[in-house]
């Protein structure tokens, strides 16, 4: 007999922006590494400058976004309340 399934756990929201930003500050740092070591760098490996570049574009969008899809989504989560007051307040009245 399968036992029940345990509740989800509480999603705990914290400033996605701090972990974006050392994302981003690592991705820099290795670009800074890449770029110092020149010619000593082999051809072949010189792609990973360009992975570096890619993961600082990807998180400067993402610490500009994040503030906007958290406002989002707490405007959504508004509506959805009143909403929801909106119909409870429709039945109890009839």
């Known amino acids: ?3 029940p399934r345990r509740p989800d756990p509480e999603v705990l929201e914290a400033d996605y922006r701090i ?3 050392i ?3 690592a991705w ?3 670009l800074v590494v890449l770029i110092a070591m020149g010619d000593r760098l082999a051809e072949g490996d010189r792609w ?3 992975v570096c570049a890619t993961g600082i574009g990807l998180g400067v969008f993402a610490y500009r976004y994040i503030p906007r899809l958290l406002r989002k989504r707490a405007e959504a989560d508004e509506r ?3 909403r929801q007051a909106a119909k409870n307040a429709a039945r ?3």
Request: charge should be neutral; charged fraction near 10%.
């Open 28 to 30: 820099a740092v290795a």
């Open 80 to 82: 959805a309340q009143e």
């Open 48 to 50: 990973w400058m360009w």
């Open 92 to 94: 109890g009245s009839t």
């Open 1 to 3: 007999m399968r036992t």
């Open 19 to 21: 972990p974006t930003g």
């Open 23 to 25: 994302g981003t500050a």
